[in-house]
């Protein structure tokens, strides 16, 4: 079983998409697991290492954009099921973006 791809997928909510802050707190999520693990744009890729903040901020990600996961290793189940929850929370910052930064919509 450890040998098995894990993949999951979650739409970004949050106003600003997978900015800095973001992206770091998903890097030290992914780092908190042994699995090695993936994040891409699109379900075939082209992939990026989870566990590196310089190549999460590249993926560049806005509001509305999909993340797909994959992973392999003892824990991949528990690391894919637990970013995909993170993203599903706005990165726990749905309150700071509310009270702060707009969409920059309309006015």
Known sequence: MSHAQI???AV???AVGLHARPSVKLTQLAKSFAAAIEVG???DGPWVDAKSPVKIMRVKAGKGATLHFRAHGADAAKAVAALVDLVDRRFDEEEAEAAGEGTGGAA
Do not use: I, P, Q
Request: aromatic letters at 0%; a neutral charge; zero cysteines.
């Open 7 to 9: 993949k999951g997928e």
């Open 12 to 14: 970004l909510t949050n």
């Open 41 to 43: 744009l699109a379900a």
